[in-house]
Each structure stands twice: as C-alpha cells, then as structure tokens.
C-alpha cells in the first residue's frame, strides 16, 4: 500500500519565478492538505482540496494555489517567489471530509524549497 | 483562533525510562481532536496519538500515553521504557470537530526535540 509520496524532493528556484510542487495521496483517500514549514517551526495549514475543490485555506497570499485532479492527486504553486518561501512543503491526505471521519492525516515526505 | 503551544523546546531522556512532553492549547470550542506527531529526521510526519476531546478517557498506544486535561485545556504525551527511536521532533496538533469555517486543517506547536542519550 503506497503511502503519500511528493515530487520533487528538493528544489532551488531563484525569487521572482514561480513553481509547482505535486503530491500523490495515500490509496484509497480523496482529501489533501498542504503544509508549510519553516525551519524549526511547526506546520503551517495552506489549503485544503476534496472533490477537486479548495476547500478551506490557511492564512496565505493568493501566491499560494493549488489543484487536484480526478484521480486525487494535487498541485501546489508559488508564484512570485520570496525568499521568506524558502521551506519544507508538506502534504497530507485523509479520507474523506473532516466531519465525517476521525480525520488521521498522513503525511509526505515533503519537498524542501530553497529561495535564492 | 486556536492556538498550540509547546513550551519545552528541546527534551533529554536516558534510554528505558519516562519522559513527558508538554503541550496546551486555546480554544472557545468545546468539540475538538489533539494529536501528537512526531518527525524523525527523514522528515516523514508520523502520527503517535490521537485524542478525541469528548473521550475523558485518556488515549494509550502501547508505550504512549497523554494526559488530557480539558479544563486546563492540557495535552502532555509520557513516552514509556523511551527507545533510540524515539529520538525525533514532536508536535502537538489541534482540529476542529467540525468541517467548515477554516477548520479542516491541523494546528501545530513549534515541536519539542526529543535527545535519547543512551
């Protein structure tokens, strides 16, 4: 059974351009979340995809969009990048809406960002 | 807004014995989930525990263990016989019951670094 996979592991994108991050969410889940986190902090909630829809969002720019597709994977951009995005891009996925289940998020490796 | 806070940011323990990793939160809502994650260097976060807020009885799996005091709105984990492979960052995380209004995702703490000295 696949876990949560991310491409690419690392990336080092220069400020000003833009980039996508993808996720592969556990089988058998339709629900992904994305993450931000810095160094030495915790997570911080970005967004939330169900049914190819964003659901809810954290307190982010509009810099920050994502997508997902049919089959439940997803896609988080950065447009405009600020040195301030340099991080590790988490994404987390759960079956089904949050009211409807206990809600376990299982996470990804991650993709650490690096701004220059 | 709810917030976590994790007051102790680095924890040392000898390996076998007990250690208890501090967390507290705000909250105005009476419905909730606490969990604790734990993040070894390979950066995968791993869910360790996970309360219900309605559940007075207090969550157990195999040697971890939380307090949870709703009224002091408290949620330590003890981490028994503690193992080499504990070492790893810990987060206190905090949901919503309810889906909607921006609640859907996960609040953490800043983590406690958990050191096994051997």
């Known amino acids: 059974d696949a876990g949560v996979t991310q491409s690419p592991t690392h990336l080092i994108k220069t400020r000003g351009q833009q980039v996508t991050l993808r996720c592969s969410p556990k089988?058998?889940?339709?629900?992904v979340s994305w993450y931000q986190q810095a160094l030495g902090q915790g997570p911080q909630f970005i967004f939330q995809?169900?049914?190819?829809?964003?659901?809810q969002r954290g307190n982010f720019p509009d810099r920050f969009s994502g997508h997902q597709f049919p089959n439940y994977s997803s896609e988080l951009n950065v447009n405009a990048l600020l040195l301030g995005d340099s991080a590790l891009y988490l994404c987390a996925s759960s079956e089904g809406l949050a009211a409807l289940s206990s809600y376990e998020q299982y996470f990804g490796p991650g993709t650490r960002l690096t701004v220059t | 807004a709810q917030t976590v806070t994790q007051s102790q940011p680095e924890m040392s323990v000898q390996e076998a014995e007990t250690v208890t990793l501090s967390c507290t939160y705000d909250t105005s809502e009476s419905d909730y989930y606490l969990f604790w994650y734990k993040q070894p260097p390979s950066r995968q976060m791993i869910l360790v525990i996970r309360q219900e807020a309605y559940k007075q009885q207090n969550a157990t799996e195999n040697r971890f263990s939380v307090n949870f005091q709703k009224a002091a709105k408290s949620f330590s984990l003890k981490i028994s016989d503690s193992q080499l492979g504990d070492a790893a960052m810990y987060f206190c995380a905090y949901r919503s019951f309810y889906s909607g209004g921006g609640a859907d995702g996960l609040t953490f703490g800043k983590g406690t670094h958990l050191i096994i000295q051997p």
């Open positions: 995809y169900y049914e190819e829809e964003e659901r």
């Open positions: 089988s058998g889940h339709d629900t």
